[in-house]
């Protein structure tokens, strides 16, 4: 019987993550948050009264198995002169048959069994929510595109939820049958964290019998993780968390590229997240490390093929 690994996230992290794991022989149950409300997914969202739709339609790309033609149909953005300009074909899919079904994980459901996906994707929660952060001094910003935005100028402090939010049953039922918990790489308060500020979410993770791997990104992100070690994002992370914290870290011991790194922290005010050893001498913490270092479109990325591995070997180990 094949082992239960839940991810959460969103984003591009997300979907680099699935994009590997999905290669071995394991459960995959993707949770992704819904808070976006930029571009296409944020006219869709103020249209319709939907979830935000677009990170959803990232990780379904990521875990399908069909055509390439119909994973790049997916992802085609239009670019023209009428209402259609900068919404791609998928989020409009997935917004059809969220009105079709009725809502937004059944949308999913059928949109799966189209791309022949290799695990199973739900939203975090059916409620349009709003992203609010409180910045350090005191500002508060709504809507998750305006928090980036001012993260570069200033540091956020914390995040939460404008309303109540409700986490779907497929999410719950998830984590209390997992094996493992994954936290993906990805933006800590922008992606990750708005999964771990939802109180019955927490109480799943408390009570389920799973432990809770963290991948830790390559990259800092201004105005969220300036200067950040490895230990940092789990600090920072644990903080959310309820009872049960992070047991084991994935993370890059490899080295980057000189004149890439340099252009990240010219270009992108980025830095690589400092990985040392002595730091994990007064944690409670198994770190797994290895050079997961990749080169894509000029971009660092993470080798999701190792990524992949090291989860399902821990995972088969338990």
Not at 103 to 113: A, F, P, R, Y
């Amino acid at each position: 019987m094949r082992k239960k690994v839940v991810v959460l996230g969103g984003g591009t992290g997300l979907s680099y993550l699935l994009s590997g794991l999905k290669q071995y022989p394991v459960d995959i149950t993707a949770i992704v948050s819904v808070c976006d409300d930029g571009s296409s997914t944020g006219i869709l969202r103020e249209e319709f009264n939907i979830p935000a739709v677009g990170d959803v339609r990232k990780v379904l790309v990521s875990l399908s198995e069909t055509e390439p033609l119909v994973m790049e149909l997916f992802n085609y953005r239009f670019k023209t002169t009428s209402d259609l300009n900068g919404h791609t074909v998928g989020n409009l899919l997935l917004t059809a048959c969220k009105e079709i079904s009725g809502n937004l994980s059944d949308g999913i459901e059928s949109l799966s069994k189209v791309l022949n996906l290799k695990g199973k994707v739900v939203p975090l929660t059916e409620d349009n929510v709003t992203l609010v952060g409180e910045m350090e001094d005191g500002t508060i910003i709504e809507g998750e595109h305006h928090i980036t935005l001012r993260s570069s100028k200033q540091k956020i402090k914390r995040v939460y939820y404008k309303e109540d939010a409700t986490p779907t049953k497929e999410a719950i039922n998830a984590i209390l049958d997992a094996d493992l918990i994954v936290l993906s790489m990805g933006s800590l308060f922008t992606s990750i964290i708005p999964n771990l500020i939802c109180k019955d979410i927490l109480d799943a993770i408390d009570n389920s019998k799973a432990k809770i791997m963290y991948c830790c990104n390559m990259m800092t992100q201004p105005g969220e993780t300036d200067g950040f070690s490895v230990t940092d994002h789990v600090d920072m992370l644990n903080k959310y968390l309820g009872k049960k914290k992070i047991s084991v870290v994935i993370a890059n011991n490899g080295k980057l590229d000189k004149k890439l790194s340099q252009k990240y922290e010219t270009l992108e005010q980025k830095d690589s997240v400092t990985y040392n050893e002595n730091d994990f001498n007064k944690y409670n913490l198994q770190v797994i490390g290895d050079d997961l270092v990749t080169i894509s479109n000029n971009m660092i990325r993470h080798n999701t093929l190792k990524l992949g591995f090291h989860i399902f070997f821990y995972v088969m180990q338990k």
